[in-house]
């Protein structure tokens, strides 16, 4: 691995920080569709998750 790619792994941390801290997200208010907040927010971070997976894992790749 390179050491320009090292940062961009750094992107991992980003789901764990944003849903470690409970207490950050734990609202009723607002809802989405039906959905309270809660739930929502948990599930948003799904696509997001998967796309900055995706980043790290280009920025990483050697194809020989």
Same mark, same amino acid.
């Given at each position: 691995?390179e ?6 792994? !750094?992107?991992?941390? $980003?789901?764990y $920080?944003g849903?470690? !801290? ?9 809802e ?6 809660f739930? !929502?927010?948990q599930l948003? !971070?799904v696509? $997001? ?5 995706? $980043? ?9």
């Amino acid at each position: 691995m390179e050491k320009r790619s090292r940062p961009v792994l !750094w992107l991992l941390l $980003i789901p764990y $920080i944003g849903l470690l !801290w409970v207490p950050f997200y734990n609202f009723h208010d607002p809802e989405l569709f039906g959905f309270p907040f809660f739930y !929502w927010y948990q599930l948003a !971070w799904v696509p $997001i998750t998967a796309f900055l997976t995706w $980043i790290a894992y280009r920025s990483t790749r050697h194809d020989d």
